[in-house]
């Protein structure tokens, strides 16, 4: 697979996104997860995307047990910054805590999962907007310093915020949803990481594989799946959606490949700093996201995409998650 940089850290073009093997996308399956991360290795892609509120902290385990006795033939990438404090009223209350003792304790206890003493770029999952992004980001620098960890990196945060961010220490990475569907970040986030230097991380590129056209009902997922209750997969706003969906399912017709192709090569294309992590827990899924990497797609195709396929009708997360983006 060809590399791509993200500041000065070397990385495949595309990553693979660990979350759903553990946590939120219904059923799990730690054999065939393990499988897929090997699988993924063996065809160039060594850059693994988990977080230690995946599962709460199930997924970083599960990474662990992937890179144990090869640590150095991944590049791992891992968040930190959303807390978990359980109420009586709410067991799975989360706060967002960007305090330096809370780097710190995150980050010994990410290392202690993973079974390693490094992480290869260390993501502020969430800015917590009741704190000075210098402060947090002076304490992951300070874990630099520590080798600890090698770089840092941003998710979800505005060009404000990263100018901010990187005036304390070089960021090398925001972590934003883009993809076909969402297309927020080319107005001024894109841009201001351009101009900065910083790499550009794309998750969810498959439209939480809404795009790929693997289910077309939030009632075809799991009982479990946070997917049955967002926004983009109700009422209305589904059926705008599904629309949506059937103009790529069209388009990757004509091009010879699958929708889910289509929708991640179309992120390829958008810049050598952009690398896309589509998230599976399945071989052969794995293989078919990677084959995107061989689609081209001409100026032609480019500027037909972007006339013929509109950005999603609803939210991308209920009230309280748009509350936590772009701050």
């Not at 799991?222 to 790529?248: I, T």
């Not at 794995?286 to 195709?301: I, M, P, R, Y």
Request: some cysteine.
């Amino acid at each position: 697979m060809n590399r791509r940089k993200l500041g000065s850290l070397d990385v495949p073009a595309m990553g693979l996104g660990c979350m759903g093997m553990s946590a939120f996308y219904g059923t799990t399956d730690e054999g065939e997860a393990l499988a897929t991360i090997d699988r993924a290795l063996e065809l160039g892609c060594n850059f693994l995307d988990t977080a230690e509120m995946y599962g709460p902290f199930k997924n970083e385990e599960l990474v662990g047990k992937a890179i144990s006795g090869r640590r150095d033939e991944f590049v791992v990438a891992t968040k930190w910054g959303i807390r978990f404090a359980p109420t009586e009223d709410n067991p799975t209350n989360r706060v967002l805590d960007g305090s330096a003792e809370n780097a710190r304790k995150s980050i010994e206890g990410s290392l202690k999962r993973l079974g390693t003493d490094h992480v290869d770029l260390w993501y502020l999952h969430r800015v917590d907007f009741n704190r000075d992004i210098e402060e947090t980001v002076g304490a992951m620098a300070d874990l630099v310093k520590e080798g600890k960890v090698r770089h840092i990196g941003l998710s979800e945060a505005k060009p404000e915020t990263l100018r901010r961010a990187h005036a304390v220490h070089p960021i090398t990475a925001l972590q934003t949803e883009y993809s076909l569907w969402t297309r927020d970040v080319e107005h001024e986030i894109l841009p201001a990481c351009r101009e900065l230097g910083i790499g550009f991380v794309a998750y969810s590129p498959l439209g939480r594989g809404f795009l790929s056209g693997r289910f077309k009902s939030p009632d075809e997922l799991d009982s479990d799946d946070f997917r049955r209750h967002g926004p983009r997969f109700q009422g209305e706003a589904l059926a705008q959606n599904l629309a949506l969906a059937a103009k790529v399912e069209e388009i990757a017709a004509e091009k010879g490949c699958t929708p889910g192709q289509l929708a991640i090569a179309w992120v390829l294309a958008q810049g050598e700093d952009v690398v896309p992590i589509p998230g599976t827990k399945r071989r052969k899924y794995l293989d078919e996201n990677l084959a995107a990497a061989d689609v081209d797609l001409t100026d032609g195709d480019l500027a037909r995409i972007d006339a013929e396929i509109p950005a999603a009708a609803g939210d991308r997360y209920d009230q309280i998650g748009m509350l936590t983006i772009n701050r």
